[in-house]
């Protein structure tokens, strides 16, 4: 099983719509609300090289933001990173 992990914010529309798909997906991860939490901030700019939220990654493998989920997503890499089967999802 492949670990999802996802920086947000909670008042962030991406944040929430790039949990929605993955929810749509049937996949967990784990959320970090970075809203007040310096330390997770921290941490995800310095593993994504990034400021803005959502940052998304899977098995420690940077996927990117909400925009580049779903382009992973319609371009059939996310089934790929995610090891599940399209005609599944």
Same mark, same amino acid.
């Given at each position: 099983? &492949?670990? &999802?992990? #996802?920086?947000?914010?909670?008042?962030?529309?991406?944040?929430?719509?790039?949990?929605?798909? @993955?929810?749509?997906?049937? &996949?967990?991860?784990?959320?970090? !609300? #970075?809203? *007040?939490?310096?330390?997770?901030?921290?941490?995800?700019?310095?593993?994504?090289?990034?400021?803005?939220?959502?940052?998304?990654? #899977?098995? !420690? *493998?940077? &996927?990117?933001?909400? !925009? !580049? @989920?779903?382009?992973?997503?319609?371009?059939g890499q996310l089934h790929k990173l995610?090891?599940?089967?399209?005609?599944?999802?």
């Open positions: 099983m &492949v670990k &999802v992990e #996802i920086y947000s914010k909670g008042y962030c529309p991406y944040c929430k719509n790039s949990k929605a798909t @993955l929810n749509h997906l049937g &996949v967990k991860f784990e959320e970090y !609300d #970075i809203t *007040y939490n310096k330390e997770k901030a921290l941490e995800m700019r310095t593993r994504s090289n990034r400021q803005t939220v959502p940052q998304i990654f #899977i098995d !420690d *493998y940077h &996927v990117g933001g909400n !925009d !580049d @989920l779903h382009l992973a997503l319609q371009s995610l090891k599940i089967n399209s005609a599944n999802a």
